[in-house]
C-alpha cells in the first residue's frame, strides 16, 4: 500500500480541520487567488482548500492519487452542483493535464508526502508543464524544528476527539510520532481513527505516514536549482516572516525563472 494517502482514514480527515493552522491557510489562498483564476490543487484531498476556492469564484482542478481522499472531495461537490472543479486521479510526481493555470497550489503538507530528492524534482518537473510565465506556485511545508524533534520519541496526543451528530458517536484521532530518519530526513507517524460511544470503541483504523522534511535553505536551493524563482517567503499564513529561532512553516511562492 502507498503511504500517506490517508486510504483506511479518508472519512475522518475533515474532523481535523479545526486545527489552527489549517483555519489559517485559508484565509491565505483566498487572499491570493481571485474569482475567475484557474487553480490547480495538487493533493486536493478531501477539498478542504480547493472547495473554498471554487465558492470564491475560482475554477479548480484538483488532483490526488487517494481515491478515498477523492470520494469525500466529490460527495461535497453533489451539494455544490454548481462550482467549477474538476478532479483527476494521478500522482503528483509524474502528470499532464494538457492545461495551464494561474495558480498551483500544495496545501497542507502535500509536498512533505513526497521522502525523497528525485520525488521531489519528477514534482517539480511535472507543475512546471502547467505554467504560463505568471503563474504562481505555493509550497507549503512545516518548518524544522530541531530542537523539539530531538525531545523522547515516541510521542502521542490526541489530535481531536469530538462528537460526530450525523454518525451518532465520538471520533478520535490519536497521532504518534517516532523517531525521526535523520540521514533521509522523514519524520514517521502512525495515526490511529476510532468511532466510539459510551467507552466503547466500535470501528478503529490505522494507518501510517512518513514525511519528508527540509530545512529552509534546503528548499530554497531545490527551487532555485529547478527552475524557479522565489518571489517570496514567509513564516505563517499571516505574511509574517520566518522566525529563526522559533520556526512555524515555509510558506514559499514561486514563479517560473525566465
Ligand atoms: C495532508 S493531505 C492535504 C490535503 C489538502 N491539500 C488539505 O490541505 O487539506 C495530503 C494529500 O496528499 C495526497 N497525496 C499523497 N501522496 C500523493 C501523490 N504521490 N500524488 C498525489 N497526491 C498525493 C494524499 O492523498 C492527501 O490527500
Known amino acids: 500500500m502507498t503511504l500517506n494517502l490517508y486510504e483506511m482514514t479518508a472519512e475522518f480527515y475533515d474532523f481535523g480541520n479545526g486545527r489552527r493552522v489549517l483555519q489559517d491557510d485559508l484565509g491565505f489562498y483566498l487572499n491570493e487567488f481571485q474569482a475567475g483564476q484557474a487553480i490547480l490543487e495538487v493533493g486536493c484531498g478531501t477539498g478542504r482548500v480547493g472547495l473554498e476556492l471554487a465558492k470564491h469564484g475560482c475554477e479548480v482542478s484538483g488532483l490526488d492519487l487517494s481515491i478515498p481522499m477523492l470520494n469525500v472531495f466529490r460527495r461535497k461537490l453533489k451539494s455544490n452542483?454548481?462550482?467549477?472543479?474538476?478532479?483527476?486521479?494521478?500522482?503528483?510526481?509524474c502528470?499532464?493535464?494538457?492545461?495551464l493555470f494561474d495558480g498551483i497550489i500544495l496545501p497542507y503538507r502535500v509536498f512533505q508526502a513526497l521522502r525523497s530528492h528525485d520525488e521531489r524534482i519528477k514534482c517539480l518537473e511535472s507543475i512546471k508543464k502547467h505554467m504560463k510565465a505568471d503563474t504562481r506556485v505555493i509550497v507549503t511545508m512545516f518548518d524544522p524544528n530541531l530542537k523539539a524533534m530531538h525531545d523522547g520519541y515516541p510521542k502521542s496526543f490526541i489530535d481531536f476527539d469530538l462528537y460526530a451528530a450525523d454518525l451518532g458517536c465520538h471520533v478520535r484521532r490519536i497521532?504518534?510520532?517516532?523517531?525521526?530518519?535523520?540521514?533521509?530526513?522523514?519524520?514517521?507517524?502512525?495515526?490511529?481513527?476510532?468511532?466510539?460511544?459510551?467507552?466503547r470503541v466500535l470501528e478503529e483504523y490505522s494507518e501510517r505516514l512518513e514525511l519528508g522534511f527540509l530545512l529552509p535553505r534546503q528548499a530554497e536551493a531545490l527551487f532555485l536549482q529547478n527552475g524557479f524563482?522565489?518571489?517570496?517567503?514567509y513564516g505563517y499564513y499571516?505574511?509574517?516572516?520566518?522566525?529563526?529561532?522559533?520556526?512555524?512553516?515555509?510558506?514559499y511562492v514561486l514563479g517560473y525563472k525566465s
Open 175 to 199: 497521532i504518534t510520532e517516532f523517531e525521526p530518519d535523520w540521514e533521509r530526513q522523514i519524520v514517521f507517524y502512525e495515526m490511529i481513527c476510532q468511532k466510539h460511544r459510551d467507552g
Open 95 to 99: 502528470f499532464e493535464l494538457s492545461m
Open 229 to 233: 524563482r522565489i518571489e517570496a517567503t
Open 238 to 251: 499571516d505574511y509574517s516572516a520566518r522566525l529563526e529561532f522559533e520556526p512555524r512553516e515555509q510558506i
Open 81 to 93: 452542483p454548481s462550482l467549477k472543479v474538476a478532479l483527476f486521479h494521478a500522482d503528483m510526481t
